[in-house]
Structures are given as structure tokens and as C-alpha cells.
């Protein structure tokens, strides 16, 4: 009786359609528009060049399956925006009389990429380049695509392609890792072509290893559409029977928030999730340099070494009122704190 | 029997009013959302006080013979669900929870279908789930009240495929005689002695009977509880029990809101949900430490080697930093030098407790002119008729999907990182 009923109650409409290895799948590729960094790489790889590579893994993805999606992001120094799919006024439609790719192309894919590529041409040919250093819109591309996905993803499966060539300073660790813990939840894989031959992206090897991706960083730049075929357009229903690279090594270790050290073992605040790398960083007041608050003599009499033990040792017993704060927050506080309430320096409650 | 009975015809009902216009898609979505609603008390009130409301009385069409207006409709009664508290607390982040199930016969009712306890367990399953995912670092076990008895059915761990294999075991185990709080408290409180001054020490109740049947005094446990600082909350099943209510004022510092009763069985997922999020630090219950906690790296190795964890032999792991131990899997506590090991996304994971999400608020009618047909900002979807939604900070707008998406999973409004 329960057993017949119980059927009735499951609600989880993955659990049938994942093994269905004809099941159509959507492809969100997010492409680094960053043209400082492009115009570095033209040597081996123009940006013209990257698009054909992609225009053409593109078409394929769309020819394995007729009801397969893409959607084109781009990276852009100016924010992140969708190149694909669009919606362009009717004027901009007339006016565009450059044809990307030929007329006689079959219509799926001709409509597809003439709309992304026309897209990416006005990415450039609206914008004077950029005087100061462009920031990365990383995370906004993510929250969109992710929120795009989404939409979709009742009916889709889905992944995501970062088509990276910037580096990971000025990126927000926060909401980075937010999209990455949202692409881990949803199933989503996220895989990475760093295109730079100089640099990887800690935060990108993070989002693949996390979400089952491919991380793979391309040295041989003429080859990039062998990659893209062999490597990332393995659809997701074979990829556990496929030998694909990995990375061996992840740096996992933590930077600390005040001195930005990296470190294997640290002190974590257990209000605000700080990491510290020395107990000595709290100051004689005993303070989270990111929160504010006070943390237990005791047990941080037991973590400290013996010359700061006894320094906030001395602390609690003497010297009440007359204690001046020690302002340790400087500017890493990296946005967590939250509840700072702004601390007066009272006489310690022992 | 009914039920299935139900599904069948609503199943039915649905694809003859497919016939109309409306594609599939909108098929499939009204068949996803119907139950929630369904089990929602019209009334508010409870379950039982309402009509009889069969499935497929939901969905009807609107005078173009279109279910659009019917979605979006259920759609945003689930919305209006998900509305957050948004100001910052200190939280406890470092939890250690006992989930208590009621496994007495009274489980076996049938009012929340298919029965209190296949619901209750499926539930809990689910509660596991999103404990881990939101509180990375913290640990749970979980016990049963069965027959007088309490049983441990799942150590105090932090990993939780065990808990979740330890539930599907119970499942087919059948609820047997009285329930007794004293003992469950007693096994829970045991459970939490050892338990650090830094982590929050909480006891979660499924409660389904109206009666107790202790061994001794409960008053005494209680007054243990609050001395350990030990922090109880009681989901009822059926109707509010003295004993609980005071239980949980007296464990909370006096506030009775940690006992709820449950209304319909959407109500009983939701208020398991709620106990994801981690409790206000509560004055009184005040103890901030520093915790030392390795970050291990992880190593890929050709020949296996034996992990200090299960003394198997694996290719790979993680190597505890103090101790050059291998560990399988993290979080964890390092076997050989007791030091917590976790990777520095598990504690990314929890940052949006601690900074929460803006809602969004809804774009009056009004504002929205009838020339403007506007896309979503993330989505890339036609507005059409469906309501909208705006982040104040960068005022994009959003569609509902977008919006409970944003809320629930992506804690980033894509509007504020595109500036
Ligand atoms: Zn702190
Ligand atoms: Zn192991
Ligand atoms: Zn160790
Ligand atoms: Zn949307
Ligand atoms: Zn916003």
C-alpha cells in the first residue's frame, strides 16, 4: 500500500531523464572580451581567430542534436552581457548589413551565429579602448549564465564554457565562489579553456574541479579547435566513460585576511569565518580584526604561543578603562564584516 | 489508493486542456507546482478545516483557453513564501545537531500522505542535504524514539551520505510504541557533552505523538539542557504538547517560537528548511573563539596507498598539514592529530548567512507602461504579463524564476556584479 503510494509522491524529475543519453543539452559559453590582454596574445591567437574556433564547435554542438541551445556571454571590461540570445530593436536589424557568415549556411546555424558574432563585433566597434585597467565581470558572467540555466534547465541539460584569457587579480572572491557553489548544486559543470599561456586562474581550476569540468590550459594556440572538439565538447552523457585531462594539483591553502599570507593551517574566527594566520593577530583586546568581537581568554590562551599568552593574560587581570583599541582593520577586511558593531574599548568582563 | 487514484485523473485532466493552445512546457510546470499548492491551507488554517481540493480543480483556463495566467499564479504563491529575513545576525556557524525522529506508532498515521513516517523520513533526507550544503563545518547525528527507547541510528559525523544511508535504513523500519522525550534528550545531551564551546549545540525534535512516556523526571533533563547551554527545537506533528513548549522556552532563553506545529505537509518541509539556517547567537550564549583548522592539499598518486581514515587502499586524498596523514574526504577531522581539515571554499559556503541577499521588491502594476515590454535582466525571458521584481541596489529587473533562483542557490544579484 505504501509502496504504491509512494511512488506517487516523487518529485524528482532528474532521476528519469538522466539516463536518457539522447536528452538534448544547452552550452553557455562565456567569452573574455578583455581587449588589453587580447591585443597581448594577437601574436598566436587573435580574438578573430578564438571566434572561428568557437563558431565552429559551436555548429557542432547545435548538429548533434536538433533540439540543442547554446547562449554566448561575454566578459566584457564594460560588464557582462549576453551576445546570444538577443533581442536587438528593429532598427539595429536594419541596419546591419555585414554578414558574418555565408548566406547559403544551413538556416540553424546561420541565424545563431550571425546574431552572436554581429553582437561581438559591436562589443568592439562602439567601444574606444579602455584607458585604465578593465575589471573582470567574471562573477556577473557566471550569475548570468547560471540564472539562464536555470530558466532552462527543466528540460535541458546543461554546461558552461569560460573562454578565459585575464588574470584572477581584481576578481571578488565572494561572489565567485557563490556562483560556483550554485553551479555545484544545480549539477552544472563549468569548464575552462584558459587561453593565456602565462598564467592559471586558481579561482577557474576551483569552479571546474568543484563542478566535475575540465580545466585546461592551451599552450598551442593553432590547434585551439582541435581542443575544443576532443576536449571540451564531450557531451556530458559520455564524459565518465572518456579519459579526459585533469589537473593533479590544486592549491586549496587559504590567504589570511590580515597579512594576506598563504598558509596550511590557520585560525578561523567562529563568527565571521575570518581566517588568521596567527593567533597574535587578535591584539591584547582579544578582537576578530574582521568583526569585532572578543574572543575567550581561555581557549586562546591554550592556541596562543607562551609570550602572547601571557601578554593577554596580563591583559584580562590589570590595566581596566585606560586600554586603548588597537586598530587592526585595515583595508583586506574583504567585506565580511558584517556586524561590526563599532566597539568602544570597555574594561574587560573577567 | 485514493491518491494514486488522484494523480491519475488530474494527469488526465491536464492533457485534455493541453488540447487548447498552451505548449508542453506549461503542462509540465503546472503538474510541478500543483501539489505544493494543493497542500497549502486556502484558509491558512489547518488542513483539515479546508474544502476538499482535488488537483486538477486547480487548473482551470482562462477565457482564452490558456494556463499562462493559472502558472504564473501558482508561481508566485510559492514566491511569496521565500521572502527572507535580510538583517545580519552573528550566527553560530559551527553547529553540532542531533536530529531526533519520532519513530512511535502514531507515525503511522495517514494524514500526511503517504504517512507520517515515510513523509517524515523523506523529509529528513532532504534536511541532511541542505544542512551540509549550508553549514559545511558542522556535524550532526541522529537518534529515534522508538518503543520507549531512544536509539542512536547515526554517530555525530560531519558526512552526509552516512546519515542519509542511515535514514533510507530506517525508513523500512516500522514505528513501534511510545515515544520518550527524556530519553532521546538524555542520549542527545550525552551525544553533545564533549562538544566544544565555540560550536552551538542544538537538538532538533520531529515530534508526531501527543504523549511521552519518561523514565524519570524531564524537568531535571531540562534544567541539564540549559545548563549545557543545549538549545532545543520541536517540530510538532499533530497538535501542541505542553512539555515541548516549555522544553523549548526553556532551552531558548525563553523564546517559545523554536516549537512550531506543523499545518500541511508543505509546512512541515518548509519549518525542517528553516532549521538549515543557522541560529542568532543569543546573548546569553555567547562564547567567540578562534579554531585552528588545517587546509590540506590534495595529491594524485600512481601507486595506491592506505588513507588514515578507513585504512583503505586509495590513489589520492588530501594530506593533513600537521601530520602528512591521507585523508579521503573533506571536511573531517583529522584522524591521527585531531586538528578540523577543511578546504577554504567550505567556509566560502557559508558567507552568505553572514551577508545575506537584498530581496527584491515587486514592480508595482503601474510602473510597468504598456509599451514597455521589457526582457529579464538574467534570463533573457519576455516579461509578457507575469510580475516583476527589483533589486533596489542596481534596480534591474527580474522574473520571478530568476528571483527565487537568486535567492535560494545564487545569493548574488547578477545586476549589482555587472557595476
Ligand atoms: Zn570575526
Ligand atoms: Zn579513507
Ligand atoms: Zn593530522
Ligand atoms: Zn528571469
Ligand atoms: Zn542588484
Known amino acids: 500500500m505504501d509502496a504504491i503510494a509512494d511512488k506517487t509522491f516523487k518529485t524528482d524529475a532528474n532521476s528519469s531523464t538522466s539516463h536518457n543519453y539522447d536528452s538534448p543539452s544547452l552550452l553557455t559559453v562565456i567569452i573574455d572580451t578583455n581587449p588589453v590582454i587580447w591585443e597581448q596574445l594577437e601574436p598566436t591567437l587573435s580574438f578573430k581567430a578564438m571566434l572561428e574556433s568557437l563558431t565552429v564547435s559551436i555548429n557542432s554542438h547545435l548538429a548533434l542534436n536538433n533540439a540543442n541551445e547554446v547562449a554566448v556571454i561575454a566578459n566584457h571590461y564594460e560588464g557582462a552581457q549576453f551576445l546570444y540570445p538577443c533581442h536587438v530593436s528593429r532598427e539595429d536589424e536594419e541596419n546591419q548589413q555585414v554578414n558574418f557568415v555565408k548566406t547559403d549556411m544551413y538556416r540553424q546555424f546561420r541565424i545563431i551565429d550571425d546574431s552572436f558574432l554581429s553582437q561581438a563585433f559591436k562589443l568592439f566597434k562602439d567601444d574606444t579602448p579602455p584607458t585604465t585597467q578593465p575589471k573582470n565581470f567574471l562573477s556577473a558572467s557566471l550569475s548570468l549564465a547560471l540564472a539562464y540555466i536555470n530558466k532552462k534547465q527543466s528540460h535541458l541539460k546543461s554546461r558552461i564554457l569560460i573562454m578565459n584569457v585575464t588574470p584572477d587579480t581584481h576578481l571578488q572572491y565572494i561572489p565567485i565562489m557563490n556562483s560556483i557553489f550554485a553551479a555545484e548544486k544545480n549539477h552544472i559543470p563549468i569548464d575552462v579553456a584558459q587561453l593565456s599561456p602565462h598564467y592559471n586562474s586558481t579561482f577557474l581550476q576551483q569552479a571546474s574541479d568543484a563542478t566535475h569540468g575540465v580545466y585546461l590550459q592551451i599552450k598551442t594556440h593553432t590547434a585551439l579547435i582541435q581542443y575544443m572538439m576532443t576536449v571540451f565538447f564531450i557531451d556530458l552523457s559520455i564524459r565518465d566513460s572518456v579519459i579526459i585531462p585533469g589537473i593533479k594539483e590544486i592549491d586549496f591553502r587559504a590567504a589570511c585576511y590580515v597579512t594576506g599570507d598563504i598558509v596550511d593551517v590557520g585560525f578561523v574566527c567562529s563568527v565571521c569565518l575570518c581566517i588568521l594566520s596567527d593567533v597574535s593577530l587578535v591584539g591584547k583586546e582579544r578582537r576578530c580584526p574582521v568583526c569585532d568581537v572578543q574572543f575567550d581568554v581561555n581557549v586562546l590562551r591554550k592556541l596562543a604561543d607562551r609570550k602572547f599568552a601571557a601578554l593577554i593574560g596580563s591583559g584580562a587581570n590589570g590595566e581596566s578603562g585606560a586600554v586603548k583599541k588597537r586598530k587592526l582593520i585595515n583595508g583586506q577586511s574583504n567585506g565580511t564584516g558584517t556586524t561590526a558593531t563599532s566597539a568602544t574599548a570597555s574594561p574587560m568582563p573577567l | ?419
Open chain 2, 1 to 419: 489508493m485514493d491518491d494514486s487514484e488522484d494523480e491519475f485523473k488530474s494527469d488526465h485532466e491536464q492533457q485534455s486542456s493541453k488540447g487548447g493552445n498552451s505548449n508542453t512546457r506549461v503542462t509540465s510546470r503546472t503538474r510541478r507546482k500543483a501539489p505544493q499548492a494543493e497542500l497549502k491551507g486556502t484558509s491558512g488554517g489547518y488542513a483539515w478545516e479546508d474544502e476538499i481540493q482535488r488537483s486538477w480543480d486547480i487548473v482551470k483556463e482562462d477565457e482564452a483557453g490558456s494556463l499562462a495566467g493559472i502558472v504564473s499564479g501558482l508561481v508566485e504563491s510559492r514566491k511569496k513564501r521565500v521572502i527572507k529575513n535580510v538583517t545580519p545576525f552573528q550566527r553560530g556557524i559551527i553547529r553540532n545537531l542531533i536530529l531526533v525522529i519520532d519513530l512511535s506508532t502514531v507515525m503511522m498515521e495517514k494524514d500526511l500522505r503517504p504517512n507520517r513516517h515515510a513523509l517524515a523520513v523523506e523529509n529528513a533526507i532532504q534536511f541532511v542535504t541542505e544542512f551540509f550544503d549550508q553549514n559545511p563545518i558542522s556535524q550532526l547525528g541522529i537518534i529515534i524514539m522508538r518503543n520507549g527507547l531512544a536509539q542512536l541510528v547515526s554517530q555525530v559525523s560531519g558526512s552526509p551520505q552516512e546519515h542519509i544511508d542511515a535514514l533510507k535504513s530506517i525508513k523500512k523500519l516500522e514505528p513501534k510504541g511510545d515515544p520518550s522525550l527524556q530519553n532521546a534528550l538524555e542520549m542527545a545531551r550525552g551525544l553533545l557533552l564533549h562538544v566544544a564551546s565555540h560550536c552551538t549545540r542544538e537538538i532538533l525534535i520531529v515530534f508526531g505523538s501527543l504523549l511521552s512516556i519518561d523514565p524519570g523526571n524531564i524537568h531535571k533533563t531540562i534544567d541539564s539542557l540549559i545548563e549545557e547551554r543545549i538549545r532545543v527545537q520541536v517540530i510538532g506533528l499533530s497538535a501542541q504538547v505542553s512539555i515541548c513548549k516549555e522544553i523549548c522556552k526553556k532551552t531558548n532563553f525563553g523564546d517559545e517560537t523554536a516549537y512550531k506545529v506543523i499545518l500541511n505537509e508543505g509546512h512541515f518541509k518548509d519549518l525542517l528548511m528553516e532549521a538549515v539556517v543557522p541560529l542568532p547567537v543569543n546573548k546569553v550564549n555567547k562564547s567567540f573563539t578562534l579554531v585552528k583548522m588545517g587546509f590540506p592539499h590534495r595529491v594524485s598518486e600512481e601507486t595506491p596507498s592506505f588513507c588514515s581514515c578507513h585504512s583503505k587502499l586509495t590513489y589520492g586524498g588530501y594530506i593533513c598539514p600537521s601530520c602528512k596523514s591521507k585523508i579521503c574526504s573533506l571536511p573531517t577531522i583529522c584522524p591521527c592529530c585531531n586538528i578540523m581539515l577543511i578546504l577554504s571554499t567550505h567556509l566560502a559556503r557559508s558567507y552568505h548567512h553572514l551577508i545575506p541577499l537584498k530581496n527584491y521588491i515587486e514592480v508595482a502594476r503601474e510602473d510597468i507602461t504598456g509599451e514597455d515590454r521589457g526582457v529579464c535582466y538574467s534570463c533573457q525571458s519576455m516579461f509578457g504579463t507575469g510580475s516583476r521584481y527589483a533589486c533596489e541596489d542596481c534596480s534591474k529587473e527580474f522574473c520571478i524564476d530568476c528571483d527565487v533562483f537568486v535567492h535560494e542557490t545564487l545569493h548574488n544579484c547578477p545586476g549589482c556584479e555587472n557595476t
